[in-house]
C-alpha cells in the first residue's frame, strides 16, 4: 500500500505520493491533481511532455504555475481530468491511492526530506541596491562583460523541475477556448503569488524558513495608500488602469510637487509605467517618463516595464510597440531574478495560441532597432536563464520556425544546451522526427486492408468528416497507378486549399481585430482633444472679461491717484493765493511794493523778445506736461504691479494685527488710519514744540 505524505510548496498544503521515483501531488485545498507528474509517472520524457500538455491538457481547464515554484509547480488540473489523463496512459493503478484519498482527523506523516527538500542549487546571491518602497532596483546598465559572466554562472546540477514553458512567472487560471487569449491581453492582477517560494517549514530550521537575503519584504499596496505624501496618488492612478477610462488623470497631466511617478501601485511591485507599457497606453508612458518615470526600475519579479509590454499583444494590436520600444529601449540588456532578458519574455508569448504574429512583431522591432550593434545583441541573444535556455532553444521548442530563423540570422547560437543538456538543434530534430512519426502513423491508419487510402488521409487522422472513397480492386495496371498517384495528389490539393482558406480567414480576421482597437485607440484619443478644446474655449471665453476688468481697475486707479495728486496741487495753489494776499494786505513794507512796482513797469513796457521767450517757456510748460503724464502713468502701473506683490499682502496683514481690523477690512480702514496717524504727528510737534 503507497504511502501519502503531507508537504507545503510556496505556501500551498498539498498530500503526495511517491510513484516510480515522481512525488504526485495533490492539492489539499481542491483536490487537483499536477498533470505534469502524472505524464512523468507514464514515463513520457520532456519534450513529449510539453507536447502532450500543449494538445491535450491545456485546451481544457488548467492552471500552470511556473518559475521559482520548485516541485510544485507544473500544469495543474481538476481531480477528474486527472483521473482521465492517468487512465488514458495507463497508469490510473498506479496513481489509485492518492485519487482515493480521505483525509481524516489525523493527519498524514509529512514527507521525506528527499522530495520536499529545496533545490540542490541554491538561488544566486544578487547585489541589488533598496530604494524607499523596498523594492530592488536592477543596475541601469549591463555591459557585454556582465553578461557573459552571468551566462558562465550555469550549474549543472539542477533537478528537472519545469516542464511548462515560463510564461512570466506566478500562477495563471487559463480557461479554454478564446477566453485565454482575451485574458493574456490583461497585466497581472493584484495578488499575486510571489515567485520567490518558502521551503517546506516541516522540515527547515528557523534560518531556512525566512525569504532569501536578496529578496525583501515588498510592501503592500494596502500599507501604502494608507500612508501620506506621494502615495496617495497610487490608489488613483491603479483605479484609472483597472477601469479603462479613456480620460487621463489631471495629476498626469500636471504633477503636483509631491507626485512620484515611481511608487509601487499593486502587490507585485509594479509602478504606474509597468501598467502602461503593458496595456499600450503610449501617451501615459510619455507623461511618466516627462514625470521622472525610472525605466529602469523592476517588479518584485525583477521585470522591467519593456518585459511588461512583450508580455502582452496590446502593443502588437494597437501598432505601438516601435513607438515604446524608442523610450525604453536603454533597459534591453536588463536580466529578471531569473536571469531572463526581454528576448525570453518575447519568445514566451509565441507559446500561446494565435500569439506567433506579436512574438514576430515585437521580435523584428527590437532587432531591427539593435541593428547596428550585433556583436552586442548576439551576446544577449545567447544569455541564458537560470534553467540554461537560451531565446533559440525557447523558440525551438516552441516549433516556431520563423522566430528560429530571425534569431539564427541575428547571431543566436543553435549549440548551447541548456541544463537538460539539449540545444536547439536538438529541438529541431526531435520535432522532425516527431513530424514523421504523426504523417507515418495517419498513414498507416489511412490505408485499410486492400490497399488502398481512406477519406481520413484528407483532413488528417481522427477527423470529423471525410469523403468516400472506392476501395474495389482495379483490374487493369493503369487503373491502380492512377488510383495510387492521383488519390494522394488530389489530397494534397484539398489540404492545401483547406489550409489557405483557414490561414486567409485568420489574417482578415486579425486585420479586422488590429482595426477595431485602431478605431478605439483614435476615439479615445479625439474625445481626449475634445476635452482640451473644450477646456482652452472655455478659458478663452473668460479672456475678455479678465482684460475688461483689467482694464476698468487701471482706470480706477488712475482715477484715484490722479486725486490724490490734485488735492495737493490745489493745496498748493491756495497757499500761493495766501501768500499773494499777504503780500497785498502787507503794502507798507518795502519789499512787497518793490516788486509791484518792477511788475508794473514790465508791464508797461515789456521787453522786445517777450512774444518769443513766452512762446519758449509755452513750449517748456507743454513738454513737462507731457513728461508728468508719462510719469504719472508709470506710477499707475507701478502701483498695479505692488498691489499683488507678496510683500504688500504681508504690510496688509501686519497692519490688520497691529490696529486690531480685520484683514478684508484694511483697504475701507486706510483713510481713517492714515488721519489718525496724522493727527498723532502733530500732536507730538505740538508738544515738542
Known amino acids: 500500500m503507497a504511502t501519502i505524505y503531507r508537504a507545503t510548496y510556496s505556501g500551498v498544503p498539498v498530500y503526495e505520493m511517491p510513484c516510480h521515483g515522481v512525488a504526485v501531488m495533490r492539492r489539499k485545498s481542491d483536490a487537483w491533481l499536477n498533470a505534469t507528474q502524472i505524464l512523468k509517472v507514464a514515463g513520457f520524457d520532456k519534450p513529449q511532455r510539453t507536447r502532450v500538455l500543449e494538445r491535450e491538457v491545456q485546451k481544457g481547464t488548467h492552471e500552470k504555475v511556473q518559475g521559482g515554484y520548485g516541485k510544485y509547480q507544473g500544469t495543474w488540473v481538476p481531480m477528474e481530468r486527472g483521473i482521465a489523463l492517468s487512465r488514458q496512459y495507463g497508469v490510473d493503478r498506479l496513481l489509485q491511492p492518492i485519487f482515493d484519498f480521505v483525509p481524516t482527523a489525523e493527519s498524514p506523516p509529512l514527507a521525506p526530506k528527499h522530495i520536499t527538500a529545496a533545490p540542490s542549487r541554491p538561488r544566486k546571491k544578487q547585489d541589488v541596491a533598496l530604494d524607499l518602497e523596498g523594492m530592488p532596483t536592477p543596475p541601469p546598465v549591463h555591459s557585454r562583460a556582465s553578461l557573459g559572466k552571468a551566462a558562465q554562472r550555469r550549474a549543472a546540477a539542477l533537478a528537472d523541475e519545469d516542464d511548462d514553458e515560463y510564461m512570466g512567472g506566478g500562477r495563471v487560471m487559463t480557461p479554454a477556448g478564446d477566453e485565454a487569449s482575451e485574458m493574456s491581453q490583461t497585466p497581472s492582477p493584484l495578488g499575486a503569488d510571489d515567485g520567490d517560494a518558502y521551503l517546506d517549514s516541516s522540515h527547515v530550521g528557523p534560518s531556512k524558513k525566512r525569504k532569501m537575503a536578496h529578496d525583501p519584504e515588498p510592501l503592500s499596496a494596502h500599507a501604502q495608500l494608507q500612508g501620506l505624501g506621494p502615495l496617495r496618488y497610487a490608489r488613483m492612478i491603479l483605479d484609472y488602469f483597472v477601469s479603462e477610462s479613456t480620460q487621463v488623470p489631471q495629476f498626469l497631466l500636471q504633477p503636483p510637487a509631491d507626485f512620484d511617478p515611481n511608487v509601487v501601485i499593486d502587490d507585485d511591485g509594479h509602478t504606474a509605467l509597468h ?53 525604453l529601449h536603454r533597459s534591453t540588456i536588463n536580466i529578471d531574478r531569473n536571469d531572463r532578458t526581454v528576448f525570453h519574455y518575447i519568445v514566451d508569448i509565441a507559446l500561446q495560441k494565435g500569439k506567433t504574429h506579436a512574438a514576430r512583431y515585437y521580435m523584428e522591432t527590437v532587432l531591427q532597432r539593435l541593428a547596428d550593434y550585433p556583436e552586442e545583441v548576439a551576446d544577449i541573444l545567447n544569455f541564458q536563464d537560470e534553467e540554461g535556455e537560451t531565446a533559440l532553444t525557447l523558440a525551438a521548442r516552441a516549433r516556431s520556425k520563423r522566430l528560429v530563423k530571425i534569431l539564427l540570422d541575428n547571431g543566436a547560437d543553435p549549440k548551447i544546451a541548456n541544463r537538460d543538456g539539449k540545444t536547439a538543434e536538438d529541438y529541431i530534430l526531435e520535432d522532425e522526427r516527431f513530424r514523421e512519426q504523426d504523417v507515418g502513423v495517419a498513414g498507416a491508419a489511412a490505408v485499410s486492408v486492400n490497399g488502398y487510402a481512406t477519406a481520413a488521409s484528407l483532413t488528417g487522422a481522427g477527423a470529423a468528416a471525410h469523403i468516400s472513397l472506392p476501395t474495389r480492386m482495379h483490374s487493369s495496371e493503369t487503373g491502380q497507378q492512377i488510383a495510387t498517384k492521383v488519390i494522394p495528389d488530389i489530397s494534397n490539393l484539398l489540404d492545401t486549399l483547406a489550409t489557405s482558406f483557414d490561414a486567409e480567414l485568420a489574417d482578415k480576421e486579425r486585420e479586422l481585430t488590429q482595426a477595431d482597437a485602431t478605431i478605439a485607440a483614435l476615439q479615445s484619443e479625439i474625445a481626449e482633444t475634445q476635452q482640451t478644446v473644450q477646456q482652452l474655449e472655455q478659458r478663452a471665453a473668460q479672456h475678455p472679461s479678465l482684460v475688461a476688468d483689467e482694464e476698468r481697475l487701471q482706470v480706477e486707479l488712475a482715477a484715484k491717484m490722479g486725486k490724490r ?58 513738454e513737462f506736461r507731457h513728461e508728468r503724464k508719462r510719469l504719472f502713468d508709470e506710477l499707475v502701473k507701478g502701483q498695479a504691479a505692488a498691489g499683488t506683490t507678496t510683500k504688500l499682502v504681508q504690510y496688509r496683514q501686519l497692519v490688520a494685527l497691529g490696529c486690531g481690523v480685520p484683514l478684508d477690512q484694511v483697504d475701507a480702514a486706510i483713510d481713517s488710519l492714515t488721519e489718525n496717524l496724522d493727527h498723532a504727528r502733530q500732536a507730538e510737534a505740538f508738544v515738542g514744540a
Not at 512787497?592 to 515789456?606: I, M
Request: hydrophobic share 40%.
Open 275 to 327: 501598467w502602461a507599457c503593458a496595456m499600450g497606453r503610449i501617451r501615459i508612458v510619455k507623461l511618466l517618463l516627462s514625470a521622472g518615470a525610472d525605466i529602469f526600475r523592476a517588479n518584485s519579479m525583477g521585470q522591467t516595464a519593456l518585459m511588461r509590454s512583450v508580455m502582452f499583444t496590446n502593443n502588437y494590436d494597437l501598432r505601438k510597440f516601435p513607438e515604446l520600444f524608442e523610450l
Open 565 to 622: 495728486f490734485r488735492l495737493g496741487w490745489e493745496k498748493w495753489v491756495r497757499d500761493e493765493d495766501q501768500r499773494e494776499q499777504q503780500y497785498e494786505q502787507g503794502g507798507a513794507s518795502d519789499g512787497p511794493q518793490a516788486d509791484l512796482d518792477a511788475y508794473r513797469d514790465l508791464v508797461e513796457h515789456p521787453p522786445a523778445d517777450a512774444v518769443e521767450r513766452a512762446n519758449a517757456l509755452r513750449g517748456r510748460i507743454e
